[in-house]
């Protein structure tokens, strides 16, 4: 599971890092409310924490620009502003959860948890786009109803890239899909897997669904532009 952490006491942001990590999750860490932005928009991220107070755009305006953005990403915030008016500015403005400062590392985690289970229940067993039909739960792809036979990292991609459904997948999301571990990577790696899949979902369809948004990813679409 991946964690967008938006902090910029780097300090503290330090501290909840270490800790998050050491409970076995990945994290990723922006220190500014563009940065937090773009990362939540164009990474693969599972819960955000969010701090209110950040230079350049504060939590309140990229939360409510992820939600405009239509993402449903989970969102923490994180706040010394602790009245009922900042509470409910912040929950009307998106976040899932709300958590004012100084709080018990502990609680957070738990809350993290929470919101984890509340994502990975309502997420679909079977994503349909198109005549493409994935099942997340048995790991099979059918295409017009055809079984398609896919590694394991080829479904990887192609799972991540359902479940952003018509939303731009950068290649360095792709990466991570493909290296598990951060080993110096092959940004050549990221074209070959797409050629794989685009060889065994469009290959003689008449729609290909897989698009290539230059320079920045690629994307699965219902209908081909």
Same mark, same amino acid.
């Given at each position: 599971m991946r964690i967008l952490l938006v902090e910029d006491e780097k300090e503290l942001s330090n501290i909840i890092k270490k800790g998050l990590e050491e409970a076995s999750y990945n994290v990723d860490v922006a220190y500014d409310g563009e940065e937090a932005f773009y990362m939540a928009a164009n990474y693969p991220v599972d819960v955000v924490i969010l701090d209110v107070m950040l230079p350049k755009m504060d939590g309140i305006a990229v939360l409510k620009k992820l939600r405009a953005a239509k993402s449903e990403v989970p969102v923490i915030l994180l706040t010394a502003?602790?009245?009922? +008016?900042?509470?409910?500015?912040?929950?009307? +403005? /998106? +976040?899932?959860? !709300?958590?004012?400062?100084?709080? #018990?590392? /502990? #609680?957070?985690? %738990?809350?993290?948890? &929470?919101?984890?289970?509340?994502?990975?229940? %309502?997420?679909?067993?079977?994503?349909?786009? %198109?005549?493409?039909? @994935?099942?997340? &739960? &048995?790991?099979?792809?059918?295409?017009? /109803?055809?079984? @398609? %036979?896919?590694? &394991?990292?080829e479904y990887s991609i192609l799972e991540l890239m359902a479940y952003n459904k018509d939303r731009v997948v950068s290649r360095q999301a792709i990466s991570e899909r493909i290296y598990e571990e951060d080993v #110096?990577? =092959?940004?050549?790696?990221? =074209?070959?897997?797409?050629? !794989?899949?685009?060889?065994?979902? =469009?290959?003689?369809?008449?729609?290909?669904? @897989?698009q290539t948004v230059r320079g920045s990813g690629y994307m699965l679409r219902s209908q081909e532009e």
């Amino acid at each position: 599971m991946r964690i967008l952490l938006v902090e910029d006491e780097k300090e503290l942001s330090n501290i909840i890092k270490k800790g998050l990590e050491e409970a076995s999750y990945n994290v990723d860490v922006a220190y500014d409310g563009e940065e937090a932005f773009y990362m939540a928009a164009n990474y693969p991220v599972d819960v955000v924490i969010l701090d209110v107070m950040l230079p350049k755009m504060d939590g309140i305006a990229v939360l409510k620009k992820l939600r405009a953005a239509k993402s449903e990403v989970p969102v923490i915030l994180l706040t010394a502003l602790d009245s009922v +008016a900042d509470k409910i500015k912040g929950l009307d +403005a /998106g +976040a899932d959860d !709300y958590l004012p400062k100084p709080f #018990e590392f /502990g #609680e957070l985690l %738990a809350r993290v948890r &929470a919101l984890l289970r509340r994502k990975s229940s %309502a997420k679909q067993s079977v994503i349909r786009i %198109a005549d493409l039909e @994935i099942d997340t &739960a &048995a790991r099979i792809v059918r295409r017009g /109803g055809e079984e @398609i %036979a896919l590694s &394991a990292k080829e479904y990887s991609i192609l799972e991540l890239m359902a479940y952003n459904k018509d939303r731009v997948v950068s290649r360095q999301a792709i990466s991570e899909r493909i290296y598990e571990e951060d080993v #110096e990577r =092959d940004s050549n790696v990221v =074209d070959v897997f797409i050629n !794989y899949l685009r060889k065994k979902i =469009d290959k003689d369809r008449e729609v290909k669904l @897989i698009q290539t948004v230059r320079g920045s990813g690629y994307m699965l679409r219902s209908q081909e532009e």
